[in-house]
């Protein structure tokens, strides 16, 4: 089979597109055909060599995928061939695999798809579980009535909007561009400022009427983080969970006692918290398959790329280019 093979960090070009023997499904597995590949910044991180979790080289990169069981192992009763499933590498031993044309799992750790589901949009959906997480178990039960979403036009982003104004959330993105604004707009988002021509903080506190919003989540860190602080509503909370600008920066400590009275709080968050906890993760996603299924959220797809061209869909993200979702196809 055709399939990206990583033998060493580096630039898009350390992406191979080689053959590689076909996987067989042990007992208790199946054989995925894959129809879609979904591409995110955890593969960038992890060509890049700067994943805390990173697979053992040489890898097939890639964390989720749609497809199509191919085969069943020995012993497997629960699917059958022919059945559409997600495949979360969330769920997997090693964290990768999915940028090939097949790939052998445990039964247990696919997510069945209902029948006439878009492939394509569900190879998105690892976006959605990231940003499930976020609204609802890093907030550890705090009550909240808005957010702000750093990059709200990418993949957590254009995520975080869709499920937040379904929870019935004020929801306000940070975008870079006209065009991302627009995008975040049309995706449901009460508002969104364009960062890179307005003043976020006076933009965010006119949206609010001078409040600021409960809680705002925040992929980009670097050294404009401390200044989040001013756009959070008393018993705000700031919520770290990616470094796109570099570690979070700037004067945090400071940024927080400025406003001492007001009570804010900040959390770093990862997924990997769940990594151990099989239920949390599965609660999750179930959730999400049901809202997809119901044609409630719609993950949006802004290109489609054969899979050998898996290094320019990565490229295509670090250049900040893409609203919504860059996927690859076998």
Not at 34 to 62: C, D, K, N, T
Not at 131 to 139: C, G, I, K, Q, V
Not at 199 to 225: H, K, P, Q
């Amino acid at each position: 089979m055709k399939a990206i093979l990583m033998e060493r960090p580096g630039p898009p070009e350390v992406l191979r597109y080689v053959d590689v023997p076909m996987p067989k499904p042990a007992p208790g597995q199946v054989l995925v055909r894959s129809h879609s590949i979904g591409v995110g910044m955890p593969e960038v991180l992890v060509r890049r060599g700067e994943y805390s979790w990173m697979p053992p080289l040489p890898a097939i990169p890639g964390i989720e995928m749609s497809g199509v069981v191919e085969k069943l192992g020995e012993g497997v009763t629960s699917l059958k061939v022919g059945q559409a499933v997600f495949v979360s590498a969330r769920e997997l031993n090693v964290r990768g695999g999915c940028y090939a044309e097949y790939i052998a799992a445990d039964a247990e750790a696919l997510y069945p798809l209902p029948d006439g589901v878009d492939l394509e949009a569900a190879a998105a959906l690892s976006n959605y579980q990231v940003a499930w997480h976020l609204l609802n178990s890093a907030t550890n039960g705090m009550r909240y009535r808005s957010l702000l979403a750093t990059a709200a036009a990418g993949g957590v982003g254009s995520a975080l909007v869709q499920l937040g104004k379904l929870a019935g959330k004020r929801v306000i993105g940070i975008v870079d561009t006209d065009e991302r604004a627009a995008f975040a707009l049309s995706l449901g988002a009460d508002g969104a400022v364009n960062y890179r021509s307005q003043n976020v903080t006076e933009c965010v506190l006119g949206m609010t009427a001078g409040r600021g919003v409960d809680m705002i989540l925040d992929s980009i860190g670097g050294r404009g983080f401390a200044d989040q602080f001013e756009r959070l509503a008393p018993f705000g909370l700031l919520v770290s969970y990616g470094f796109l600008d570099g570690p979070p920066g700037g004067d945090v400590l400071g940024a927080m006692n400025k406003r001492q009275s007001d009570c804010l709080g900040m959390r770093i968050f990862s997924m990997h918290a769940f990594d151990q906890d099989r239920p949390k993760r599965r609660e999750a996603t179930e959730d999400i398959l049901r809202l997809f299924a119901a044609g409630t959220i719609r993950p949006p797809i802004w290109a489609r790329l054969p899979l050998g061209e898996a290094g320019k869909a990565q490229a295509l993200l670090e250049e900040g280019r893409v609203l919504g979702k860059v996927i690859l196809k076998p």
